[in-house]
């Protein structure tokens, strides 16, 4: 099963852009950078050359030896067995993070050799600056590959509700025999999360069993990251902090508490730890915003925030959630205090806006699950599991602040009513696409 991604118009424009750079992919393991690289080699290049600085470790030697990118393209021709030719092939470095004179020299083929047209994957480049590693800024072109939206999801599984979706250019009433539909497949999306490999397995095989142990491979993979690239002393305590993420979402109030991640633990001894994890973008952090503003950034209590995981599969797995809720009406929404669902949310509207979202709350009186920057505006977000939307803290919130629109996601309908915008579940990934067109 070949999975069309979004990001492919992306490394399109890319590709043709006049200006173009290096380009580096970034995205956490597993989530498919290099078969991305690679389709769009095929499918874009006359030829492609692969070069993997993790498993071809005497690479790294050609760029310690030189910074002259044409000495180092004439050593990787000897060893692709080709020509590599401007423009006609697409050079492809992966794992670049570990080799600093591969991340390096980018800005040498930029400045001398512009014309040949270079893509990197990276799984844990976020550590890797965040440590002072030598990187060619400003020489470089960035683009973030994500688990797969469900709208990706829902292309591969039922593309005539994928096309009905994409063609939805009113505010109106979805059919019933199109909503339940739409419920179903985010119920089987919950099961897979967007992990390509997981994505694949319960579609193509229709195996449950097979999509677990799929994810559960994935997180042993990241688990094994934490013993190869940490240091020994912080090993133990990011395996409680990534450990401790189901039971911090789980409470009525999932702000982020050290105390719950071991008996004793204090941010000082911990927060490095945490800090790895949003580095290697196995985990989102939320701050709590001490003012509805632009920008939002400016507000962020910084010692109180959420944390979330980047998939909504690998978050049930690590969960230990049994598929069997998924024949159980809506429980697979609701588990746990709807924290599936409210990180499905966020996962939505992380690859959809620019700016990350913020939560708010009011003392004890309300809490708004995200604030959402766009454009000139602060939009509220509550999320809601199931079809019960009745909200005291949104009614807190606008009335103290009167936003130009608030947005309800949950398990009615689509519909607007007086400034609130309820989006069904299966429409998060449409959230822009709905701000962008309508005038509200």
């Given at each position: 099963?070949?999975?069309?991604?979004n990001i492919?118009?992306?490394?399109?424009?890319?590709?043709n852009n006049?200006?173009?750079?290096p380009?580096?992919l970034?995205?956490?393991r597993?989530?498919?950078?290099?078969?991305?690289?690679?389709?769009?080699?095929?499918?874009?290049?006359e030829s492609?050359?692969?070069?993997?600085?993790?498993?071809?470790?005497?690479?790294?030697?050609f760029?310690?030896?030189?910074k002259d990118?044409?000495?180092?393209?004439?050593?990787?021709?000897l060893?692709?067995?080709?020509?590599?030719l401007?423009?006609k092939?697409?050079?492809?470095?992966?794992e670049?993070?570990e080799?600093?004179?591969?991340?390096?020299?980018?800005k040498?083929?930029?400045?001398?050799?512009p014309?040949?047209?270079?893509?990197?994957?990276?799984s844990?480049l976020?550590?890797?600056?965040?440590r002072?590693?030598s990187?060619p800024?400003?020489?470089?072109?960035?683009?973030?590959?994500?688990?797969?939206t469900?709208s990706?999801?829902?292309a591969?599984?039922?593309?005539v509700?994928h096309?009905?979706?994409e063609?939805l250019?009113l505010?109106?009433?979805i059919?019933d025999?199109?909503f339940n539909?739409l419920?179903e497949?985010l119920k089987?999306y919950?099961?897979?999360?967007?992990?390509?490999?997981?994505v694949?397995?319960?579609?193509?095989?229709k195996?449950?069993?097979l999509?677990?142990?799929v994810?559960?491979?994935?997180?042993?993979?990241?688990?094994?990251?934490?013993?190869?690239h940490?240091?020994?002393?912080?090993?133990?305590?990011?395996?409680?902090?990534?450990?401790s993420l189901?039971?911090?979402?789980?409470?009525?109030?999932n702000?982020f508490l050290?105390?719950?991640?071991?008996q004793?633990a204090?941010?000082?001894?911990?927060e490095h730890?945490?800090?790895w994890?949003v580095?290697?973008?196995?985990?989102?952090?939320v701050?709590?915003?001490?003012?509805?503003?632009?920008?939002?950034s400016?507000?962020d209590?910084l010692?109180?925030f959420k944390i979330y995981l980047?998939?909504v599969g690998l978050?049930r797995i690590?969960?230990?959630?049994?598929?069997?809720?998924?024949?159980?009406?809506n429980r697979?929404?609701?588990?746990?205090?709807?924290a599936?669902?409210?990180?499905?949310?966020l996962?939505s509207?992380?690859?959809?806006?620019?700016t990350?979202?913020r939560?708010w709350?009011s003392?004890?009186?309300?809490?708004i699950?995200?604030l959402?920057?766009?454009?000139?505006?602060?939009?509220?977000?509550?999320v809601?599991s199931?079809?019960?939307?009745r909200?005291k803290?949104?009614?807190?919130y606008?009335?103290?602040?009167?936003?130009?629109?608030?947005?309800?996601?949950s398990?009615?309908?689509?519909?607007?009513?007086?400034?609130?915008?309820?989006?069904p579940?299966f429409?998060?990934?449409?959230?822009l696409?709905?701000l962008s067109?309508?005038n509200f």
């Amino acid at each position: 099963m070949k999975i069309k991604r979004n990001i492919e118009e992306q490394l399109f424009a890319w590709k043709n852009n006049p200006k173009r750079k290096p380009l580096i992919l970034q995205g956490v393991r597993q989530v498919g950078k290099t078969w991305v690289l690679k389709h769009f080699g095929n499918n874009n290049f006359e030829s492609v050359a692969y070069f993997n600085f993790d498993r071809q470790t005497e690479l790294k030697q050609f760029f310690e030896n030189t910074k002259d990118p044409n000495r180092i393209l004439q050593n990787l021709v000897l060893v692709h067995g080709k020509a590599i030719l401007p423009q006609k092939t697409l050079i492809i470095f992966d794992e670049i993070q570990e080799c600093n004179g591969a991340l390096n020299s980018l800005k040498y083929f930029l400045e001398d050799m512009p014309e040949y047209v270079i893509a990197c994957a990276g799984s844990l480049l976020g550590v890797a600056m965040s440590r002072g590693a030598s990187f060619p800024v400003g020489k470089v072109d960035f683009l973030q590959l994500y688990p797969l939206t469900f709208s990706e999801f829902l292309a591969q599984a039922d593309s005539v509700l994928h096309s009905y979706l994409e063609n939805l250019n009113l505010i109106e009433i979805i059919p019933d025999i199109f909503f339940n539909s739409l419920i179903e497949k985010l119920k089987m999306y919950y099961l897979s999360g967007g992990m390509p490999e997981a994505v694949v397995t319960l579609l193509e095989n229709k195996d449950i069993e097979l999509t677990q142990q799929v994810l559960r491979n994935i997180l042993n993979a990241y688990t094994l990251d934490f013993s190869k690239h940490v240091e020994n002393k912080d090993i133990p305590k990011i395996n409680y902090i990534w450990n401790s993420l189901p039971s911090q979402l789980s409470r009525e109030n999932n702000k982020f508490l050290y105390q719950s991640v071991k008996q004793g633990a204090r941010a000082r001894e911990y927060e490095h730890a945490l800090q790895w994890l949003v580095d290697a973008g196995l985990a989102y952090r939320v701050f709590c915003s001490g003012k509805p503003a632009l920008p939002l950034s400016a507000y962020d209590n910084l010692s109180a925030f959420k944390i979330y995981l980047p998939d909504v599969g690998l978050l049930r797995i690590l969960s230990q959630l049994n598929p069997i809720a998924i024949v159980e009406g809506n429980r697979l929404f609701t588990e746990f205090k709807g924290a599936l669902t409210e990180n499905y949310v966020l996962d939505s509207l992380v690859q959809q806006f620019e700016t990350m979202p913020r939560y708010w709350k009011s003392e004890n009186k309300a809490e708004i699950d995200f604030l959402l920057q766009f454009k000139n505006d602060i939009i509220p977000i509550e999320v809601k599991s199931d079809e019960n939307v009745r909200s005291k803290s949104l009614s807190v919130y606008r009335s103290r602040y009167k936003p130009m629109i608030s947005i309800r996601y949950s398990l009615k309908n689509l519909k607007y009513d007086e400034g609130l915008l309820n989006i069904p579940l299966f429409m998060a990934d449409y959230t822009l696409k709905i701000l962008s067109n309508f005038n509200f």
